[in-house]
């Protein structure tokens, strides 16, 4: 598929149905329709383009779950919800991962290359907490595994995770604050 620029939803039409509207043109209303949604929930351009082309590629490729042509942008706007708050929570996680290696390296930024660094700043945060914990908090923030496939990993309930996640976040931000004083 050939790169779409985004329009105002106005100038899109919309399909007049499912199986008539060509590929590109639910492509184009997706895309559209998705940008504008996830500027909303995003107030960042970039992440915005970046979610409403995934948006659109999801809305073409399962265009047939569609059973109500008139309820597409409906469609969209949720798939696009979903993803932006997805794609926000990932950044809030960036950006809170980026503070504490700056404050476990005292104050000083990383470097360009994250790999062994990244590592071995994780490794002192995880340093000293319960096996469990730690499997918890490394299966959430570095491989971004949902409760479900923790759980199972871990061969407990989600709950368990939830609690698990939980006073392991409390025990590293105690460290942190402690460092920092």
Do not use: F, N
Not at 22 to 49: C, H, K, M, W, Y
């Amino acid at each position: 598929m050939a790169a779409l620029s985004p329009t105002r939803v106005v100038d899109v039409p919309k399909p007049g149905g499912a199986a008539v509207a060509s590929r590109d043109e639910l492509a184009l209303r997706a895309l559209t329709v998705a940008r504008r949604t996830a500027l909303g929930v995003l107030g960042d351009r970039e992440a915005a383009a970046d979610v409403a082309q995934e948006v659109a590629l999801q809305v073409v490729m399962r265009r047939g779950a569609l059973r109500d042509p008139d309820a597409l942008d409906a469609w969209v706007h949720r798939i696009a919800v979903r993803a932006a708050l997805r794609e926000a929570g990932k950044a809030r996680r960036r950006r809170a991962a980026e503070e504490a290696r700056v404050a476990l390296r005292g104050g000083v930024p990383p470097d360009d290359d994250p790999g062994d660094a990244d590592l071995a700043v994780a490794l002192a945060v995880l340093d000293g907490l319960p096996p469990r914990q730690r499997a918890a908090l490394t299966l959430r923030y570095l491989h971004d595994l949902p409760d479900a496939a923790i759980a199972r990993a871990l061969r407990c309930r989600p709950g368990t995770v939830r609690s698990l996640l939980s006073r392991g976040r409390d025990a590293v931000r105690t460290r942190i604050d402690e460092d920092a004083r």
